[in-house]
């Protein structure tokens, strides 16, 4: 990013993305710094100019006029959000992060793509991958900040419009609500022409009136006159210190392809090519913090008395000078302690991450073994059960033959004893009959 001039970038937003418009296109990229416009219109006044004489070739040569810019850098239609951030956006917080001034500014025609470049929120159908640099901006200062363990930062924020030639605080209540006057533009009620009228016709003399005195201060920066017309309007009092002030500047310059913006679109186009031209002085800044020693204002103080030495009362001079000096040298040892224990504290800290990072490495592998350690054990509990398990099922199928085997003897032995049963009440029928025989014999006949 240049630190002595405007950074200047181009945009060409889509064909047919903003309004009806032709389809054929007059804007076309050269490389990634150029970019080519069919002067269209201006062919058609080189005609006109020649018509009463012109040859064929002569308008044929008037119809190819073409006017080429170059600038740091140039984005085509299908280009994405996040190019142009890393290009335009991304070295402006870089440069806020060292200690710099930042600016980055849209400019271009109505319908040319500075809201959306500038201003879009995203979509969360597209994963907010649309957002445009503003809120990109917001997003990276606050995480590169929250990264950043050395320094603390305390961010401030302000929304405010130039509109009409008066300032608002866009953040006020009464702000808030969305209401507000806009531009409006309506035919007349025969059909002919348009008019403008009353509060707008206001309106559009302020809007034109401020940006034809950017356009001025912008020429007078680029020209290097002495008097730059910071004054002639609020906006250019606004952007004062960001254009030709101590501050890195980057404009983004959106474009039409259409043929029927070839006018607007080489207006928009040469503004930003002398922008270009103009000179940033662009520092470091810096600031005392606390209750630390003015340097400056002691070296001041010494110069202010080395004057008086060359008086009546030299030797008063001299001593107060050498208190001067001393209180100096003091002041710089602070100083150069400070810094010390600052860089000290950076160190304690970056020692204190590395700590912590090797202490959450260490429980990660211990984590790991024990992990391992667990699969390990259940492993052979898983290997135990199925060994139980096959005990259980041998058991099983013992118990299983034995009480088969049971089974089978107490049927023989139910067996064995019917048989038994049987041939005792045989024995038992044999000695009742033989008894029943003597008893007959024995009986007298009737």
């Known amino acids: 990013m240049g630190g002595d001039r405007v950074n200047v970038f181009a945009r060409v937003r889509p064909l047919g993305s903003a309004r009806a418009e032709s389809d054929s296109e007059a804007v076309r990229l050269d490389g990634d710094t150029n970019i080519t416009v ?19 070739g002569d308008a044929l040569k008037a119809s190819a006029q073409r006017k080429t810019f170059e600038f740091d850098g ?28 930042g600016c980055v500014f849209a400019y271009g025609q109505t319908g040319s793509g500075k809201t959306y470049s500038l201003l879009h929120g995203g979509s969360a159908a597209q994963s907010f991958q649309d957002s445009g640099l503003l809120p990109r901006l917001a997003a990276t200062l606050y995480v590169k900040a929250a990264r950043d363990v050395a320094h603390d930062y305390t961010v401030e924020a302000g929304c405010f419009q130039v509109y009409n030639e008066q300032v608002s605080d866009l953040l006020h209540p009464e702000h808030r609500s969305g209401k507000g006057a806009n531009l409006s533009v309506s035919k007349d009620r025969s059909g002919h022409g348009q008019r403008v009228a009353g509060k707008e016709l206001k309106e559009a ?21 002495k008097h730059v017309p910071y004054r002639d309007s609020k906006l250019t009092r606004v952007l004062e210190g960001s254009v030709g002030g101590n501050c890195k500047t980057t404009l983004l310059c959106c474009c039409s392809p259409s ?4 006018s607007e679109t080489l207006a928009a186009l040469a503004f930003a090519a002398r922008a270009m031209r103009c000179e940033c002085k662009a520092v470091v800044n810096e600031a005392d913090v606390g209750d630390m020693p003015d340097c400056g204002a002691l070296s001041v103080k010494a110069a202010e008395h080395a004057q008086k030495a060359t008086g009546d009362d ?24 400070r810094a ?34 667990g699969a390990k054990v259940a492993l052979e509990l898983a290997d ?37 049963n049987e041939r005792a009440s045989d024995k038992i029928f044999g000695v009742e009959s033989e008894a029943a025989r003597k008893s007959a014999r024995r009986a007298p006949a009737p």
């Open 340 to 373: 010390a224990v600052s860089e000290d504290e950076v160190n304690a800290e970056r020692a204190r991450r590395d700590d912590i990072a090797a202490r959450l490495e260490a429980e990660d592998a211990a984590r790991g073994r024990r992990a391992a350690d």
């Open 384 to 420: 135990g059960a199925k060994t139980a398990a096959e005990r259980a099922d041998a058991r099983a199928a013992q118990v299983a033959k034995l009480r088969t085997a049971e089974a089978e003897s107490r049927r023989s032995l139910d067996a064995a004893l019917e048989l038994d």
């Open 205 to 225: 003399i302020n809007i034109n009136g401020s940006l034809l005195a950017l356009g001025n201060v912008v020429a007078a920066l680029a020209a290097k006159k």
């Open 38 to 56: 069919d002067d269209i219109e201006g062919a058609i006044n080189e005609s006109l100019r020649g018509s009463s004489g012109a040859s064929l």
């Open 74 to 101: 140039v984005f085509g239609g299908e280009s994405e959000q996040a190019e142009v951030f890393k290009e335009v956006g991304l070295p402006v917080v870089d440069a806020v992060l060292a200690g710099y001034h």
């Open 314 to 337: 030299l030797d008063a001079a001299r001593k107060e000078i050498g208190d001067i000096m001393r209180e100096l040298r003091e002041a710089k040892e602070t100083l150069a302690t």
């Open 259 to 262: 043929a029927d913006s070839t």
